[in-house]
């Protein structure tokens, strides 16, 4: 965006002047609120003039977001300066402008970006503090020859949710099939973690061990066994040798990765030298050699197998004596596309040599309390990068897979992300390239594994349909007058029995005419025969039946949730629950004697109450439920006492005393 900014000096009130505003922005149209994306850019501004004027720059950083989607400058250049005809910035004749901006963004989170669509590959979903594992889980699955061999892992009788194995075919295959980001919830399930597990990074190299080890210990005894020792496992010789005596001691050891010092080492050939340097025991420090005494020695290591696929850790954690605290270190570091090992290994005429190209950049950002973790990939292996930000994969080129991941802050570039740099790199050997890169197609995942993932799918897809179904939905119990007649407590109906039913299902946006009726129907009655009352709970403890008194008009502009809140509360399972109790009008109840028509029926004023009489036999120790009438508000006790002995279902007790419980 340009635009003319109308600025004031301080010092003059009177005196206004005009800039250039030159802004950047960004995801103008989207109506998402919670989108972000890391940018930076430079604002040029070329003139007709080149000979005459310098390009005009100016660099800008920001993290755009909802409220900030623009950022720059609201003084770029002074409009005097602007048409000044002999800087030659504005063409003479048609006035325009020429305007150029370098943009260097980071992939947008919180919008729907389509992976799939722009790079052919999906993201794995952070689950708050995931993005460590999935880095690695990326780095893995595009080992091909080892995913092919994971699907081929024997899981038809492992338990769904305990099984490592399972978990990462699972993974691998919706990597594979999808098109949308993949969760990772069912695997780190499989791992023991609880929620609060996954909001704590762990350690990103310990991760990629036991995941190797237990996919290993699955494999054995099938026809994928040894797969991760030949893809992964190098060799070593650990030894100390006499230097005056014909003495050595060694050792074979094996190694899946390779743990490189970053402090005080320029790049990874500088380290490997570190690595294998051989140390002098002499002094205090001779080496004890049995029967030969403390003798001066020379100790290292030297290596006799590098695997095809070499995973190097690079020490950017270490512990700090000084502050006794872990800290990282940012110190740059370079590692090559391109890897020769052979002057750390002795080659024979049939051996594969020890040259490799870089396939995968693990990086973090950060420090060592926590931060944010990414992966470069070359998928392919050639020279085609893309960056796997959790969810989100983007094409980079390879300038940003590498150079900008070595740390330090040697460019104007680094010097805002000195502390985002490599902290694992995976090589493959260039001799076995297209063995381990083999493509992977559907054929190779075996018949039952697919099934039953599929099927998986299909029932989950199902019952988030359901659930969703279900939020439509209150679950309705009705109460009748048989349950008051059946009830011997103090209270109208048992209430635990009421909730214990299979309720109704209803939906919450049907219209009380609706609901009305569907309740005649269910119960075989017309519409106009019945209303509902909902239940009320009440602050002693108890429920009561409301009488809303809804005319027509209400019941069809009012829907079955705005009257569901009444019945949330003490005898409520939750507040999906709603409780209703359902009259049958006087002219079709069996117990009423009053002759009504369904009009006179309906008419009912807002100025009555209503009770309910129940009736106790002294002789038979009993309450009995009478029915219940209709009185005004303002009818006083002692008037009611007289009007019971007229009331159509009223009964003397046989020693003449008039017994019944009235509630409101």
């Known amino acids: 965006m340009v635009m003319r900014r109308k600025t004031r000096s301080s010092g003059h009130l009177h005196d206004d002047s005009s800039t250039l505003g030159y802004f950047l922005q960004c995801n103008m149209e989207s109506e998402s ?28 950083h920001h993290m755009f977001y909802n409220k900030e989607n623009d950022w720059g400058f609201t003084n770029f250049l002074a409009f005097e300066e602007l048409l000044d005809p002999a800087k030659g910035l504005v063409h003479p004749t048609d006035f325009s402008m020429n305007l150029e901006v370098l943009v260097t963004a980071e992939p947008p989170h919180g919008v729907c970006w389509d992976s799939k669509k722009y790079t052919g590959y999906i993201g794995l979903k952070n689950q708050g503090a995931t993005c460590y594992m999935n880095s690695l889980l990326q780095a893995l699955y595009f080992t091909n020859k080892l995913r092919k061999a994971v699907y081929m892992i024997p899981t038809e009788a492992d338990d769904s949710i305990k099984s490592v194995p399972l978990a990462i075919q699972r993974v691998s295959y919706e990597l594979q099939s999808h098109d949308k980001p993949v969760g990772t919830k069912k695997l780190t399930k499989s791992f023991g973690w609880e929620t609060l597990d996954s909001f704590m990074q762990h350690d990103a190299q310990e991760l990629c061990r036991v995941l190797l080890d237990n996919m290993d210990m699955k494999m054995k005894g099938t026809r994928v066994e040894g797969t991760i020792p030949g893809l992964f496992e190098g060799k070593m010789i650990s030894f100390i040798r006499c230097k005056h005596v014909d003495y050595e001691s060694s050792r074979e050891e094996s190694f899946m990765d390779i743990q490189l010092n970053v402090k005080d080492q320029k790049d990874v050939y500088e380290s490997f030298d570190d690595y294998v340097r051989v140390e002098v025991l002499e002094g205090d ?135 985002t740099n490599a902290y694992m790199l995976v090589y493959i050997n260039e001799a076995k390239r297209e063995e381990i890169l083999q493509p992977v197609s559907e054929d190779d995942i075996p018949g039952y594994l697919s099934q039953r993932l599929t099927e998986e799918r299909e029932t989950e897809a199902r019952r988030r349909k359901e659930k969703s179904e279900q939020s439509q939905y209150l679950n309705l119990r009705v109460v009748t007058e048989d349950d008051m007649v059946i009830h011997q407590g103090h209270e109208l109906v048992d209430m635990e029995k009421i909730m214990a039913r299979k309720p109704f299902r209803i939906r919450k946006e049907s219209n009380l005419l609706q609901f009305q009726e569907t309740l005649a129907e269910w119960f075989g009655y017309r519409p106009e025969d019945i209303r509902f009352w909902p239940y009320h709970s009440r602050q002693n403890g108890s429920a009561r039946p ?56 309906q008419r009912r004023s807002d100025s009555e109450m209503t009770l309910f009489f129940r009736y106790y036999d002294p002789v038979r120790k009993v309450l009995e439920y009478k029915g219940y009438e209709m009185f005004s508000e303002k009818l006083q006790a002692s008037m009611l006492m007289m009007m019971l002995p007229f009331w159509p279902l009223y009964i003397q007790p046989p020693n003449g005393r008039r017994l019944f419980r009235g509630a409101d």
């Open 546 to 601: 409301t009488n809303l008194n809804l005319d027509q008009t209400t019941l069809q502009s009012h829907v079955v949730q705005d009257i569901s809140s009444l019945s949330s509360g003490h005898f409520a399972g939750d507040e999906e629950d709603l409780i209703v109790f359902l009259e049958i009008l006087p002219y079709r109840n069996p117990r009423s004697c009053r002759n009504l028509t369904a009009k006179a029926a």
């Open 285 to 419: 420090n001779k080496y004890d050699a049995g029967d030969h005494g403390l003798q001066d020695a020379e100790k290292g290591i030297a290596f006799t197998k590098f695997p095809p696929v070499l995973h190097l850790q690079l020490k950017r954690f270490q512990f700090d004596p000084i502050s006794e605290n872990n800290i990282k270190i940012n110190d740059r570091f370079e590692f090559p596309e391109r890897l020769d090992l052979t002057k750390y290994i002795k080659v024979g005429p049939t051996d594969v040599p020890p040259v490799y190209f870089l396939h995968a950049v693990l990086v973090h950002s950060g420090d060592n309390h926590g931060g944010h973790y990414v992966v470069y990939i070359n998928p392919e292996g050639d020279g085609k990068w893309c960056k796997f930000d959790d969810d989100v994969v983007v094409r980079c080129t390879k300038k940003e897979a590498i150079e900008r991941n070595y740390g330090g802050s040697s460019d104007e570039f680094l010097q805002f992300r000195n502390c």
């Open 33 to 60: 609120t919670s989108w972000t994306c890391q940018a930076s850019a430079e604002l040029r501004l070329i003139p007709y003039k080149p000979d005459v004027t310098p390009i005009i720059k100016r660099p800008i």
